[in-house]
């Protein structure tokens, strides 16, 4: 399935439910960093008052984690036209290059601010994002896939449907092999050792907790 059909998908289950949940995000701030700010505005909206606590915060090791320091500096490289840009590169040609630890939540982050570019306004409307690796491992790119239908359809209330495979065997549920350290499933066992590797540092052999082969 390609995001253009995933976008006529979102189109063909619009609702008045759906809108409202649009409408929630539309002109929220991606987070508020000033914590002081960020406590006010928690209490006069009761939670309604930016993009990452109106989709749900990151979570890992079944925690929620709010947005730390260090993912301020790439928000304010991305955004302030004179920090961290000695070139006066504008936003679209910026280039930049994070080198950090892993697990820190650097592809979650860059996936949640691509929604927010996409969902807070129409500014890329009829646009396109572009998600390249230079992992040699395939999975990788599979094991991004539940961040970012979590972020931009499970919050909008999409129903997924079947995948031609399933289809042909009968309209039977897939296998679904879920992470022992965070509860995400997945729909292949190479695609949860991926995941094991590369967010808990070990591969996980659980066994399919749904479906049959």
Known sequence: MTFKDLQKLVQSQSSPEHNRLLERLRDKPFWIWDSYQHKQEDIKTK???CFN????????????????????????????????????????????????????GGTEFFLRFMAWLCLRNNDYRNSQMCIVTGQPNPYLLFSL??????????????IMPETSAS????????????????????????????????????PDHSKPVAGVG
């Open 47 to 49: 939670g309604d008052y």
């Open 53 to 104: 606590h109106i989709i749900g915060l990151p979570v890992k090791d079944i925690i929620e984690k709010p947005l730390f320091d260090y993912e301020k500096l790439v928000y304010d490289s991305l955004l302030i036209p004179d920090f961290y840009n000695p070139l006066q590169h504008t936003f679209k040609l910026k280039h930049l290059w994070v080198k950090k630890a892993t697990g820190l």
């Open 145 to 158: 896939a539940p961040i970012l239908l979590h972020i931009c359809f499970h919050m909008l209330l999409v």
């Open 167 to 202: 289809s042909s065997a009968g309209n039977r549920p897939s296998k679904q092999y879920r992470c022992s350290e965070c509860s995400k499933p997945f729909d292949s066992a190479e695609t949860l050792n991926s995941h094991q590797r590369f967010e808990h540092s070990e």
